[in-house]
């Protein structure tokens, strides 16, 4: 449950893996949703990345614990589902500016942005994303996720609107 339907064990950087389906879900919603007008319909972007936000954020909380168990890890690298969550709040926050995305260009840079942005906070965990991986359980394998994700769409917003990313 936890590992995203097996990206958690693939080889390489598991979050890498579990970072995609949101990402690339986004990329997808806005490419095929599109109006007439060129532009796809900022609410059902919303709404699919607030499903990966909720099902990454559930199943993290709800089965992290057996994970913690069965490897002895804190943070197991086979859980993934805090990195669906997390990336798919970066893409949450982008949908509040809904004019970032004006082509198809600008969503393929913007979506590589955003992913690239989240996994870059992921890694790195400035303050306070690592000391939120102390809080117990699942709680805080997902909740320094989320600060990531918070922090990848804030910097991916100020990159659109001051048309950093063109």
Do not use: H
């Not at 909720?54 to 890890?73: L, N, Q, Y």
């Amino acid at each position: 449950m936890t590992s995203c339907f097996g990206l958690g064990f693939l080889p390489g950087a598991p979050g890498t893996w579990g970072s995609l389906p949101p990402a690339v879900a986004f990329g997808l919603v806005y490419y095929f949703g599109s109006n007439s007008a060129g532009q796809a319909p900022p609410y059902i972007a919303f709404l699919v990345m607030l499903a990966f936000f909720i099902a990454g954020s559930v199943f993290c909380i709800k089965f992290s614990d057996s994970a913690v168990t069965a490897t002895g890890k804190n943070d197991p690298r086979e859980v993934v589902a805090d990195e669906v969550a997390g990336q798919a709040l970066t893409f949450i926050i982008l949908s509040f500016s809904i004019d970032a995305i004006q082509s198809v260009n600008r969503l393929i840079i913007v979506t590589a942005a955003g992913f690239a942005l989240f996994r870059l906070f992921d890694i790195i965990k400035p303050w306070p994303v690592k000391r939120l991986e102390k809080l117990p359980a699942g709680y805080g394998i997902l909740a320094d996720d989320l600060m990531a994700g918070v922090y990848a769409g804030i910097l991916l917003i100020i990159a659109a609107k001051f048309w950093i990313l063109k």
